[in-house]
């Protein structure tokens, strides 16, 4: 499988230009076989909390949802390990959008859609359809609304969506955004049936769809033919969409929050493709002969954030001492089993704008760390509640041992295990003290990254970390064109980063996934697409 070219380039956050699109729908992994009939069996540790591509926030809620919707264009792809492929953010692929240009201002974006293509329902996917499902993202203003305007807000980037006629979309920009494209690449710009959503709740602003929470109203791929949240779902090739057929006809997806059972299931072949088992199960697996492992360089990070507006963590002397208190290296290497990358900053080393200077690994040193401590002036022991999913077995041991390397210099962790939902309500609205995430971007720019933590003002700050320096530098970096610039200002940012300490960097993950030897086509992305996935 090789990469295709169709479509623009976009370099970074380089200049925003006219750019005309090849016409032709995405195909990313440069296949068009037509879908096999043997069922593809999926596992994952971890489930999402919704499945509504407007309301979806985590990794987790992302794992159906590009084989659910159609999105007005795609992320490319390039080769990977092992003769799979991963996904490529520098390319944009036409979807159900076959060309579009930028006005001279890089304010105004005009999309010209491909024409015929259907929901299920047998409803036209068109440009009234797009312009119902951007504007109801953008209306319920969950964290599909904070994607699609770049985490701009006051004012929102995305002033108004136009349906000129059946094929045509505009959309209007506050200001230019060259990551504009790759924001409505992103499964946040999922393209739903409006009959579908208004018969089933409808739009409401500032709130959430429950019923789209577990339902599908997409004309993706594949259509949704069961779902039992956290247990299972059946995906089916859909005989309406409009593009390429996917590769699979069935796919059988389980959440399975016993890893030994999990391991159980890829060793005897009841599982083909399987996700979250943790560093020794992968590493187990490395020596069979009927399961591969193909680890992939990607930009999520393990972390343990410490809200700086909540005790102790409002001592920047605790927060150095729990950064130089915790065993990193023997993380990755006893935990991980090599499947990470140590580094310390805002900035993983597998993004554009990491600086190697300032973004080094921090050595556990428990003697700094107890002499931070007194240092403080904050009373021992200290309390702390860690936050970690239920099912994710990397989180459940790395807890343990951030949990002993902490008691050492007197801070006192109590572990609490939480639903994806209960974890996502905890960490998003400012409940808790203290959690482990599999953190990343929706797209991997710095620029975009960095709005969630760097900006004192931002909306999404759930690090509450404000270093007033790095605001300003941030909004220098998102506003220039400059590659070489940007560098220079992502340095100066993590150069502050660093000597605040505002959270735990454990280390950036390189993702392993236990295919079956059976699996003869895989594609790899953080947001999951399972289009190009197929087995023999």
Not at 302 to 321: D, G, H, I
Not at 473 to 485: E, F, G, Y
Request: hydrophobic residues 35%; proline residues 7%.
């Amino acid at each position: 499988m090789r990469t295709t070219t169709l479509g623009a380039i976009i370099a970074g956050a380089g200049l925003v230009i006219p750019i005309v699109a090849a016409c032709a729908a995405s195909d990313p992994a440069g296949t068009q076989s037509p879908a096999g009939g043997t069922p593809l069996r999926v596992s994952f540790a971890t489930a999402p909390s919704s499945i509504d591509p407007a309301k979806s926030c985590t990794g987790e809620d992302r794992q159906l949802l590009n084989s659910l919707y159609v999105r007005l264009v795609d992320f490319g792809a390039k080769p990977s390990e092992a003769g799979t492929t991963k996904i490529d953010y520098s390319k944009i692929l036409p979807y159900l959008a076959k060309s579009w240009t930028a006005s001279d201002d890089g304010k105004t974006y005009t999309f010209q859609l491909n024409t015929g293509w259907k929901f299920p329902s047998g409803a036209a996917m068109d440009a009234s359809a797009v312009k119902f499902s951007l504007d109801r993202a953008l209306t319920m203003n969950q964290c599909g609304a904070t994607i699609l305007n770049d985490l701009y807000s006051d004012p929102n980037l995305i002033t108004e969506i136009a349906a000129p006629d059946a094929n045509t979309v505009v959309i209007t920009l506050d200001k230019p955004d060259p990551q504009i494209l790759s924001a409505l690449a992103d499964t946040s710009g999922g393209i739903v049936d409006p009959g579908v959503v208004n018969a089933n709740g409808g739009v409401v602003k500032d709130t959430a769809n429950t019923w789209m929470d577990s339902h599908s109203a997409g004309g993706g791929p594949f259509t949704l033919e069961s779902y039992s949240p956290g247990t299972s779902a059946v995906l089916k090739a859909n005989p309406a969409f409009g593009g390429p057929p996917p590769l699979s006809k069935e796919i059988n997806v389980t959440w399975t929050t016993s890893p030994a059972t999990e391991l159980v299931n890829v060793q005897n072949g009841a599982t083909d493709i399987a996700f979250g088992l943790g560093g020794s199960a992968f590493n187990s697996l490395r020596s069979s002969s009927s399961v591969q492992v193909v680890s992939y360089d990607d930009t999520q990070s393990m972390l343990m954030t410490m809200p700086n507006n909540k005790a102790p963590w409002t001592n920047e002397k605790v927060r150095e001492a729990a950064v130089l208190a915790i065993p990193t290296q023997d993380i990755i290497k006893n935990v991980m089993y090599g499947f990470g990358k140590p580094y310390y900053g805002p900035i993983p080393p597998s993004m554009p704008g990491y600086s190697d200077q300032y973004g080094q690994p921090v050595a556990q040193d428990i003697a700094k760390a107890k002499a931070l401590i007194a240092e403080s002036g904050v009373k021992t022991p200290i309390e702390v509640t860690l936050d970690i999913q239920s099912g994710d077995q990397n989180q459940k041991t790395i807890s343990t041992i951030v949990q002993s390397a902490l008691q050492q210099i007197g801070i006192n962790l109590t572990l609490r295990t939480l639903t994806s939902s209960a974890w996502s309500d905890a960490v998003y609205n400012g409940k808790s003290q203290a959690a482990l995430r599999l953190d990343g971007p929706a797209y991997a720019n710095a620029g975009y990254y960095l709005q969630y933590d760097e900006d004192c003002d931002s909306a999404y700050n759930t690090g509450y970390i404000c270093i007033p320096a790095n605001t300003d530098l941030l909004k220098q970096a998102r506003a220039t064109s400059d590659t070489a610039k940007q560098n220079q200002l992502y340095a100066e940012i993590t150069k502050n980063y660093v000597a605040r300490f505002p959270r735990v960097t454990l280390y950036q993950s390189l993702t392993p996934v236990a295919l079956n030897k059976t699996v003869k086509s895989f594609h790899y992305s953080e947001s999951l697409d399972m289009r190009r996935w197929a087995k023999s």
